[in-house]
């Protein structure tokens, strides 16, 4: 039996349970993280995340007609 079927198989009450204690988890995560990072002493510096979100950072050029760019 696969584990979607299994889950498929659950009762709605239970799966709308395991539902929101997936999410439980998740926000538990999401908040403990800085805590443990900076105890195990993985927390980033200022210049690497300044690093970092410079080369996330999104670009966006226009691409269009040449008339159109100089009109604008």
Do not use: C, H
């Not at 443990?36 to 670009?59: C, F, H, N, P």
């Amino acid at each position: 039996m696969s584990l979607w079927s299994t889950y498929r198989g659950l009762t709605p009450k239970t799966r709308a349970l395991f539902g929101v204690g997936v999410m439980a988890w998740a926000t538990i995560g999401l908040w403990t993280t800085p805590q443990v990072e900076s105890a195990l002493g993985m927390q980033s510096t200022k210049e690497e995340q300044e690093a970092l979100d410079r080369k996330l950072a999104v670009r966006v050029s226009r691409i269009g007609d040449e008339k159109e760019n100089e009109a604008n």
